[in-house]
């Protein structure tokens, strides 16, 4: 799990039963200093808009992911409007339970949490609710996800995609507008020159490359040391990822045929396969949007290593559909039973790639798609099958939980692109929320 850094702000006003409010703060802030995330926060609850000034003051040069923002009892929009000043963060609002129910309204805790949604709505700025007391579980598992969320929000305007080499031709549902990207999502390109790349790496001195041999020696079956196109995915692979460290790159869209057959003598497949494994995420053919989608996926669930793949095969017998690709999957994606299996690329029949079928597990199916009307997210789920390997490179198939033929139908019609993404787990629900807190169109199937 990757650490969020939360703003905890509890507030109310001394006109409520603030005794009570006080044992929901001390049991919120007792539970958030066990969650494991950076917790930043008063020691009481700040009952004057002065008092909220003057704690933001004292953190206001803290870089936050999120502000946790709980109405403790009733307390209006000035609160929300104070913090704004200091902070541009995304914002949970959090409002618990009456501690009892019959005479005096002793917190008015809803009613907190409905003006300042309201605020934040009127201010236009991204903003989520939960609501329920600090020891429910439910509220508990709500809230973990919903700080995945703010701080994978956060992460987008440091993204920094680097692009090698442009789209193969045809394939343009690989590119980006660059300022459309960024103004919609916060993400920059890097652009690096893949030819430039090949005849580099090639003079890079063994001791620089051939630790890339033995990183891949550790998971891949079947590698032959001696073999020239395994040298050069060392060679290449050093190249690039010495230039990821200077350029300070979070995922890598690489262009891969017909260059690397034609010009470097090996297929691209191994480098974008140990890239991922290593927590690089790469998409191949240039595909931008895949290599975000697979970035998402992968913090979502903590680090688990994506898969990207064209849909090629569709069962409706079993309800299944079958995503493939030449050879480039994370080592740890292979099924237990052959483990990462050294092979060619299936139509070049020219190595490094990996020949293997994905494991059986819960999958979460996703992609970042642009339309000529903007961004949209497409979720799906299902689960992989423990079946033998479709086809040659990498592939699986997966039982969707919705109908096969629909969803077939519906994301042909929607245009959506040749490349999904693909990861084990169920991250459906934070994928949704985080197309509502970017208000793009998200389809769902699940």
């Avoid at 329920?132 to 709500?142: A, C, S």
């Avoid at 059986?360 to 798609?369: K, L, P």
Wanted: hydrophobic residues 40%; aromatic residues 10%.
């Amino acid at each position: 799990m990757s650490k969020t850094t939360i703003l905890y702000l509890p507030i109310g006003r001394k006109t409520f039963d603030l005794a009570a409010g006080e044992i929901y703060r001390s049991q919120s802030m007792r539970w958030l200093e066990e969650s494991g995330h950076t917790i930043i926060a008063p020691n009481e609850i700040l009952t004057s808009v002065e008092e909220l000034e003057q704690f933001l003051q004292s953190e206001a040069s803290t870089n936050i992911d999120t502000i946790l923002y709980q109405s403790v009892t009733f307390a209006d929009g000035e609160f929300m409007v104070k913090a704004l000043e200091f902070f541009k963060e995304p914002v949970i609002v959090w409002s618990v339970r009456e501690p009892s129910v019959g005479g005096r309204l002793r917190l008015n805790s809803l009613t907190g949490g409905n003006s300042t949604s309201n605020v934040l709505r009127n201010h236009r700025h991204p903003f989520s609710f939960v609501f329920g007391n600090p020891d429910e579980e439910r509220l508990q598992k709500e809230l973990l996800q919903k700080f995945d969320v703010m701080r994978l929000l956060k992460s987008l305007s440091n993204l920094k995609i680097g692009v090698v080499g442009e789209y193969p031709p045809g394939f343009f549902f690989s590119d980006a507008n660059e300022a459309e990207l960024k103004e919609a999502l916060g993400v920059t390109l890097h652009k690096m020159d893949l030819q430039e790349a090949f005849q580099k790496c090639v003079e890079l001195p063994e001791e620089e490359w051939i630790g890339e041999v033995d990183r891949a020696e550790q998971q891949v079956i079947g590698l032959n040391r001696d073999d020239e196109t395994v040298k050069k995915f060392a060679q290449f692979s050093a190249y690039i990822k010495r230039h990821i460290k200077e350029e300070h790159i979070h995922s890598i869209a690489m262009r891969c045929w017909p260059d690397f057959f034609n010009d470097l003598g090996a297929a691209p497949c191994s480098v974008l396969s140990q890239l991922t494994e290593d927590g690089m995420v790469s998409s191949c053919e240039s595909d931008i949007h895949g290599s975000l989608s697979m970035y998402l996926l992968r913090e979502l669930t903590g680090g688990n290593a994506p898969y990207l793949g064209d849909l090629v095969h569709v069962n409706e017998e079993k309800n299944s559909v079958v995503f493939w690709h030449c050879g480039a999957g994370a080592y740890s994606l292979a099924h237990p039973s052959t483990g990462a299996t050294a092979g060619v690329h299936p139509n070049r029949k020219m190595g490094l790639a990996m020949d293997f079928g994905l494991k059986a597990g819960e999958v979460t199916i996703f992609r970042v798609s642009h339309t000529p009307d903007g961004y949209r997210l497409l979720v799906m789920k299902g689960n992989a099958l423990d079946v033998e390997q479709p086809f040659t490179g990498t592939s699986v198939e997966v039982e969707l939980n919705s109908d096969v033929t629909t969803t077939l139908y519906n994301l042909m019609n929607s245009g959506y692109e040749p490349h999904f993404a693909l990861v084990y787990g169920d991250v459906t629900k934070q994928l949704i929320e985080l197309g509502r807190l970017l208000n793009v169109e998200t389809d769902v199937y699940q």
